[in-house]
């Protein structure tokens, strides 16, 4: 029981303790000395109740029974996600019983692949987290969460993209797919026929593209307000050696005399902001140039006089 507890953060259950030999009895006699303790039904705490988070989260799936997976916002605490859960949430095959402070969700439908286990604890998959927390985040949180699972290197998105399938009824479905619009590769050239496309319709004067400068091309360029476009898809700009290049080449180019602005997919969803940031930046540059004017034309008139 002692070895068993060990690996369980100190808990297990009663279908576990009768595998091991203790029948009813035995059980009840160690919960009478205090050698157990009642945590749900059927699950015990072995010699005391200081116990873990995580001994919380296992406790509740035992007490759900075979099958059962920490989910939603208790398995994205377990990925590393999320910070803190209020409840414990778990999913159970249907026809499950709900059980006293346990947030249960039955599923028709837990694939093989929704299933691991992390820190000896059962678990939906990241995948099937992300699917789970887009039905109850706004899409704005859930953008957050999806961001961190990059960050932490647990973000696939062709798996994500398989539970959608699955589970295409679920209700959060559209707004997961319009987080993931940002993750979706995307070719270099249909980004910059966009930003020439973007140009005409906002009435902004036509960059020069592929423009040279020194070693460096550009995609766009505006010479005489010192600032480059550069049009960013994600499978060629967000890998650890192309973040770090990016920037030596900004700080590079920064040394010339060219501000730099990278546009990504996304930013056409804006597009009244991203042309106000170019006006801005352009509008800039025509009064440093008319300044720069009337002084060369001052001290000209006073050379004449």
């Known amino acids: ?55 919380h989260y296992l406790a509740a799936v035992l007490a759900c029974g075979p099958g059962a997976l920490a989910s939603h916002v208790t398995a994205a605490v377990i990925w590393g996600l ?13 026809g499950r019983k709900p059980r006293a402070g346990i947030l249960v969700h039955r599923s028709r ?23 789970d927390l887009a039905d109850v985040l706004t899409e704005r949180r859930l953008a957050d969460v999806v961001h961190r699972a990059e960050i932490l290197r647990v973000f696939d998105l062709t798996p994500l993209q398989a539970a959608l399938e ?8 559209h707004r997961l797919r319009r987080v993931l619009k940002a993750y979706e590769p995307e070719d270099e050239n ?55 290049r990016d920037r030596r080449r900004d700080r590079a180019l920064a ?20 042309r106000r940031e170019i006006e801005a930046i352009l509008g800039r540059a025509v009064l440093g140039r008319a300044i720069l004017g009337r002084a060369v034309l001052g001290r000209a008139g006073g050379v004449g006089c």
């Not at 999320?82 to 249907?94: E, M």
């Not at 980004?191 to 550009?218: E, K, M, W």
Request: with cysteine; hydrophobic share 40%; glycine share 8%.
């Open 82 to 94: 999320l910070r803190s859960a209020t409840k414990i949430d778990v999913t159970v095959p249907r």
């Open 190 to 244: 249909p980004l910059q026929q966009r930003f020439l496309d973007f140009c005409r319709s906002r009435n902004l004067p036509t960059p020069q593209s592929q423009a040279q400068i020194g070693p460096y091309t550009v995609d766009f360029l505006w010479p005489d307000a010192g600032l480059a476009i550069e049009t960013d898809g994600a499978a060629t700009h967000h890998t650890r050696r192309a973040f770090h």
């Open 1 to 55: 029981m002692a070895a068993l507890a060990e690996g369980q953060h100190g808990v297990v259950s009663l279908i576990q303790l009768k595998a091991l030999g203790f029948d009813e009895a035995a059980v009840w006699r160690r919960l009478r000395v205090g050698r157990l303790h009642r945590l749900n039904r059927g699950v015990y705490a072995v010699g005391h109740r200081a116990l873990t988070a995580k001994s």
């Open 255 to 274: 040394a010339r005399g060219i501000q730099v602005i990278r546009i990504t997919a996304p930013d056409f969803d804006r597009p009244d902001s991203l």
């Open 109 to 131: 439908l837990i694939a093989p692949e929704d299933r691991t286990i992390v820190d000896g604890i059962p678990v939906t998959s990241v995948a099937r987290t992300l699917v």
């Open 166 to 173: 699955r589970l295409s009824g679920r209700a959060g479905r």
